[in-house]
């Protein structure tokens, strides 16, 4: 690939990254810094994820702020998304601040306020009474306590200790075998989400998803702003994954609560369902939680961390995330080189074409869908440098890129909004441009966009995708092979 250009001082001014895979870094106290950012930007980080359960709202906005001076510096649009927290289920407190469940054991919840103890405890959730049946589970503190109900009442549950252990305040409880009968949204949420509107971020990850209709409350909210992205971390999602999928513009594969709810080894055939299911409705998909979680330490991460990120890349993911590696870790920079390093490693390797394209996609009846999948098929037969494709919402994009093509895709669109939402896409180089009135236009630009981005020498053929009337969206209806020239090199070099 040509080298990309450089401004005066030496950096980096555009950046095709060399690999289709796009990386999201969680800024935290780690990797807040203005300094930070840019170093994780440079060491492969193509979008942020700006976590809403920590930290407060003016300390992200200087965060948010800081990655938009990125965006100017590197002429290169940057996703970010703006991550809510959710609702948390949580225990009461101990009359010395934690107890001990025997093993074995019986222990009832409650919705006594008095503190608890070996026994007992409260659990200020009404809504879970009456709720739960025998034989269903209870965790606690992320998995380490697992209880299992005998009988449940209108005021208490008594439960079986199957794995007993010290259980201190207020520690996180997940129900992983029924359906909880409360909004995705807190009052919190509500308020997060108000201002990452106001701020311009990109994404919404929603959290707690358990059916489509969670979606439709924070669809409200953003009022047409940013795209939502539907964070798959309970069973009950993905019993209704298709359905979920539909309501939403993008999927998160949440391993972490995923982990907790199901046994472990369900998760690694489940990411896939997941994965595979987006990518078949062309919906941008991150797997994320724990890729390197060593690496929070550790300058290095283990074989089976790389094998595990290695493998996501491999399955066609949009994007791999990183979650405490950058945000709170010791070695934030090094964590995204790490992951920028196996990505292109994969990406390099003869058999990733094939391992990539295993899944089957095939195209809707559309003409839009029948002319995205003729340019993986033309760049399949015709050595083809770039695929340019002209949108003003980002949809023509996420057709092509449902298909995987080997050609790099150079994404053309007057929205810095679509452009930077682009920036989570597989294989996806967004360019915010002035918009087209011609199909000369069209041509002329495509031709010179791709030179400035590195996307073709003299003599290299370009496909053009597009909709006539240009500017309306969804209306892809014409594709157009042109070959650069070398009078077209020497005008762009001039």
């Avoid at 948010?64 to 290169?76: V, Y």
């Avoid at 939403?248 to 369902?273: F, N, T, Y």
């Avoid at 399949?380 to 050609?407: C, H, K, L, N, Y």
């Amino acid at each position: 690939m040509t080298k990309p250009a450089l401004n005066h001082s030496g950096d980096l001014k555009f950046d095709p990254r060399g690999r289709k895979v796009k990386i999201l870094a969680t800024v935290g106290p780690a990797s807040s810094s203005p300094d930070m950012l840019r170093r994780l930007f440079k060491a492969g980080a193509d979008a942020f994820r700006v976590n809403m359960s920590h930290g407060e709202h003016d300390v992200h906005a200087k965060t948010i702020l800081a990655i938009r001076a990125l965006e100017k510096e590197f002429h290169r649009p940057i996703a970010i998304l703006a991550d809510l927290q959710g609702p948390k289920l949580r225990v009461g407190t101990f009359k010395n601040g934690q107890a001990v469940i025997r093993h074995s054991g019986h222990f009832t919840l409650d919705q006594n306020s008095e503190p608890g103890d070996e026994t007992r405890v409260q659990l200020p959730h009404p809504e879970l009474f009456g709720l739960l049946e025998k034989g269903q589970r209870l965790l606690i503190n992320d998995g380490k306590i697992k209880l299992k109900v005998i009988k449940a009442e209108a005021d208490s549950i008594l439960c079986s200790a199957e794995v007993g252990g010290v259980i201190s305040d207020r520690k996180g409880v997940n129900v992983p075998d029924a359906e909880v009968p409360i909004p995705a949204l807190t009052e919190k949420d509500r308020k997060d989400l108000a201002f990452a509107v106001q701020q311009g971020v990109d994404w919404i990850g929603l959290s707690f998803v358990q059916r489509p209709e969670d979606l439709a409350e924070a669809r409200k909210l953003m009022g047409g702003y940013g795209a939502l992205c539907a964070k798959i971390e309970k069973p009950m999602a993905v019993r209704r994954l298709d359905e979920i999928m539909e309501a939403a513009d993008g999927i998160m594969v949440a391993r972490g609560d995923l982990g907790v709810e199901l046994e472990p080894q369900e998760v690694p055939p489940l990411q896939k369902k997941i994965v595979n299911a987006a990518r078949t409705a062309g919906k941008p998909v991150i797997v994320a939680t724990q890729m390197l979680e060593s690496m929070i330490e550790s300058p290095t991460p283990t074989r089976a961390e790389v094998s595990d990120v290695a493998n996501a890349v491999y399955d066609g993911a949009d994007a791999v995330m990183l979650s405490a590696e950058s945000a709170a870790g010791d070695w934030p920079e090094e964590s995204v080189t790490m992951m920028d390093k196996i990505a292109s490693q994969v990406e390099r390797d003869e058999g990733y074409r094939a391992r990539v394209r295993f899944l089957d996609t095939p195209p809707d009846a559309t003409t839009s869908d029948a002319l995205a999948h003729a340019c993986m098929t033309i760049a399949d037969t015709v050595p083809i440098s770039a695929i340019t494709v002209f949108t003003s919402s980002g949809s023509t994009a996420r057709r092509v890129a449902r298909e995987r093509p080997d050609t790099p895709m150079l994404v053309l669109t007057p929205s810095m909004r679509t452009a930077r939402r682009v920036a989570l896409l597989w294989g996806a180089h967004a360019v915010a441009t002035k918009d087209i009135g011609s199909f000369e236009e069209m041509i002329a630009k495509g031709k010179r966009m791709a030179l400035r981005h590195g996307m073709g020498k003299a003599g290299s053929k370009l496909i053009a995708l597009a909709g006539v009337p240009f500017g309306t969206p969804g209306a892809t209806n014409l594709l157009h092979v042109v070959t650069l020239t070398g009078d077209e090199l020497e005008r762009h070099k001039s």
